[in-house]
Structure formats: structure tokens, C-alpha cells
């Protein structure tokens, strides 16, 4: 059975976390109707979790950002304009170059939760770009959240970063005291 041509399947590898399962698309007049578990997929054989299946929500929910923004209220403040991706970049690059200036490359570090693999390799090249030693893999990421949270990670670094950081720093990034 063919399907009309408003309509097709792509084979494909879901992106929605680092086990990169194997997945068909079903997609009707150009937009991504269906995401379902490739059942030809050698790794998981047709099964997709809920991330996978909820793709085509998460890709057209009318609140996902398609666009940089930038806070221009205080924090909380929900005032933001939007950017051009230029402008963003520069601003970043910008501003992480002034932390690693001024407070070293130790001081930076890169985090990559469970997206998709290829994303691991990307921040740690941004981490070694910018001199720091200071990577969290994914891998890590879904434990380290209990590490993280408890507040020994913050008072490792802290320690480390205590001479060069002021009371009023610390206390504009949130961290627990």
C-alpha cells in the first residue's frame, strides 16, 4: 500500500535522549503528525518511551522558543525581548569571556543532561575552547542530580572559588549557604 504524497514515513533516530532509539515519523502535508518505535530498530526493536511518542507536541507547542530572548526586567520579572542570534551569540561569547578572564577557566563548566549523544561531544569541546577541565557528561547527569542537589558539588567548587567570588556573586546565583 503506497500512501499519497501529502503523506510519508521517515526512518529516523529519536532525539529526545542519549539512547537514540530508532523511530518512524509519520509525517502528512510537511508536519510531523506521529512518532512511533521502529520495530526493524536492532537496539529497541519498536519500542519508544513517552519522550519519543510526544515529540510532534513538543516540536509545535505554541510556546516553544524559536527565537533568542533577553531578559530586560529583574529576575522573576517575565520581561524579555527577542534578539537576534548574532546579538546572542556575541553577547554570550562575551560574557564568557569576561568569567574566564576574571575569574579563570576553572570557573566555567559545561553540563549535558540526556540529549542526544552528539551534544555530549559539543559541550565538551565548548568546555576545552573555553580551558576548562570542568565537563558533566550525561551519562553522570542523570545520578549526579542527587549529588548536585545535596549541595557537596556547590560546596566543592565554592571552596575552590571562594577567593574569587564576592558574597553578593554567590548569592545572585543562588546557591545554597
Given at each position: 500500500?503506497?500512501?499519497?504524497?501529502?503523506?510519508k514515513v521517515v526512518?529516523?533516530?529519536?532525539?529526545?535522549?542519549?539512547?537514540?532509539?530508532?523511530?518512524?515519523?509519520?509525517?502528512?502535508?510537511?508536519?510531523?503528525?506521529?512518532?512511533?518505535?521502529?520495530?526493524?530498530?536492532?537496539?529497541?526493536?519498536?519500542?519508544?518511551?513517552?519522550?519519543?511518542?510526544?515529540?510532534?507536541?513538543?516540536l509545535y507547542h505554541?510556546?516553544?522558543?524559536?527565537?533568542?530572548?533577553?531578559?530586560?526586567?529583574?529576575?522573576?520579572?517575565?520581561?524579555?525581548?527577542?534578539?537576534?542570534?548574532?546579538?546572542?551569540?556575541?553577547?554570550?561569547?562575551?560574557?564568557?569571556?569576561?568569567?574566564?578572564?576574571?575569574?579563570?577557566?576553572?570557573?566555567?563548566?559545561?553540563?549535558?543532561?540526556?540529549?542526544?549523544?552528539?551534544?555530549?561531544?559539543?559541550?565538551?569541546?565548548?568546555?576545552?575552547?573555553?580551558?576548562?577541565?570542568?565537563?558533566?557528561?550525561?551519562?553522570?547527569?542523570?545520578?549526579?542530580?542527587?549529588?548536585?542537589?545535596?549541595?557537596?558539588?556547590?560546596?566543592?567548587?565554592?571552596?575552590?572559588?571562594?577567593?574569587?567570588?564576592?558574597?553578593?556573586?554567590?548569592?545572585?546565583?543562588?546557591?545554597?549557604?
Amino acid at each position: 500500500m503506497s500512501l499519497p504524497e501529502t503523506e510519508k514515513v521517515v526512518r529516523s533516530i529519536c532525539q529526545a535522549c542519549h539512547c537514540e532509539c530508532g523511530v518512524l515519523i509519520e509525517v502528512r502535508n510537511g508536519k510531523v503528525v506521529n512518532v512511533k518505535g521502529d520495530p526493524d530498530h536492532p537496539m529497541n526493536r519498536g519500542f519508544v518511551c513517552i519522550k519519543g511518542r510526544v515529540q510532534p507536541e513538543v516540536l509545535y507547542h505554541p510556546d516553544r522558543l524559536l527565537y533568542p530572548l533577553k531578559q530586560t526586567g529583574g529576575r522573576g520579572s517575565g520581561k524579555w525581548v527577542r534578539v537576534t542570534w548574532d546579538q546572542a551569540l556575541d553577547e554570550i561569547a562575551g560574557r564568557l569571556t569576561t568569567i574566564r578572564e576574571k575569574y579563570g577557566p576553572e570557573s566555567l563548566a559545561t553540563i549535558h543532561g540526556t540529549g542526544p549523544r552528539s551534544t555530549t561531544i559539543s559541550t565538551a569541546l565548548l568546555a576545552n575552547a573555553l580551558g576548562s577541565p570542568n565537563v558533566i557528561r550525561g551519562d553522570q547527569a542523570s545520578h549526579d542530580h542527587r549529588f548536585l542537589g545535596s549541595g557537596d558539588f556547590v560546596s566543592h567548587i565554592l571552596k575552590e572559588a571562594d577567593k574569587k567570588l564576592s558574597l553578593r556573586q554567590k548569592s545572585a546565583l543562588h546557591l545554597p549557604k
